[in-house]
């Protein structure tokens, strides 16, 4: 099949045809893709050392239609329409068994193949690592059953795709990870195709302020007038902390950075908590990233500071939600998908997300 590698970090994405995909295990679901989109997690992992076996089948968000099921798979069948999600679980730790799948035990051995057995992607018979157990870049993915969820047939699949990590991370960041309530206030420093589903998520969960920050006028525009911000500051002409401190008489009880790896706007959003509050870190950051504030200051203000991977998500409960929400026009996915491409413009695509330039490409054609 057709797929997209990576070699080397710092390497483009090269096309090829040759690669295998095995036959779907007991717990494996075949897939084949309709919508694959470029998050920016990939090209982080694409151009960024951080320990990634390679070569490697990037790609994580990603719906399509059931081929083949293996045969302990329950609640698949072929035909069906699936949206992939990185957040596998095992299904039998105390954390999945009490309904906190997000926080397995076992996560990712849990969904992977044992070491030793046959890889589930090769190139030329040697083993190829699939990225996230999803390796979405490429025409066909075989899942494990805990990584792939059932969505109705009406939802278009570019917009599916989307649910599988940018809907979940920044809708789930509000609604799962801070549990925002009527009436709470909220910043989220970054509105990117993560933050914007931040916003979106703290509104619809009733949250009273819901500003805004970003430095690009366009981004501050489709998080008021698409995604339901209240209110926007554009860091790039005035203070972030100030600005956010003024709009709400001393600051949020919930702010979100989604920018990754820039301490400063880390410390922003800590710096604009009301007392009480709780600052979340959902940007990807290095793993030399590092932080530096005043503890005391944690201890009077009582705030707190908290990592949030995946937007807390059970995946198999919140996707089908965000798809129901969305078929009841409560819910935009449409306006967070810039464009659709072929799987071979990947590269020039990360090169204009890299510029800034677009929400969420989607690959919907192979
Ligand atoms: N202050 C405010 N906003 C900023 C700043 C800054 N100093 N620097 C950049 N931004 C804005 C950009 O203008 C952009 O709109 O942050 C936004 C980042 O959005 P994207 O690049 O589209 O990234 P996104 O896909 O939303 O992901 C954000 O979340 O899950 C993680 O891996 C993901 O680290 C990434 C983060
Ligand atoms: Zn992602």
Redesign the pocket.
Known sequence: MKAAVITTVGDAFAIRDDLELDRPGADEVLVDVKASGL???DY?VATTEIGQSLPAVLGHEVSGVVIEVGANVVGFAAGDHVVACLAGFCGRCDRCLSGRSNLCRNYPAGTQRSPGDRSRLTLGGEAIAQFSEVSGFAERVLLHQNNAVVIPHDVPFPQAAILG??VT??AGSAIRSAGVRVGEDVAV????????NTIQGAALAGARKVIA????PT?LELASTKFGATHTVN??DQD?VEAVRELTAGGVDHAFE?????P??LE?AVEMLAPGGTAYI???QPPTSALAMPAANFLFQKTGLRGVFMGSTNFKVDIPLYAELYLQGRFNLDDLISRTIRLDEINEAYAD?AG?NV??SMITSF
């Open positions: 998050c920016h997690s982080y990590c940018g991370t920044g420093i970054g509105c990117g195709g993560v933050g914007l920050v970003d430095i690009q981004k860091a790039a972030a989604v920018i990754g790896g820039i400063r706007t922003q959902v940007g990807a997300l800034g929400a969420r």
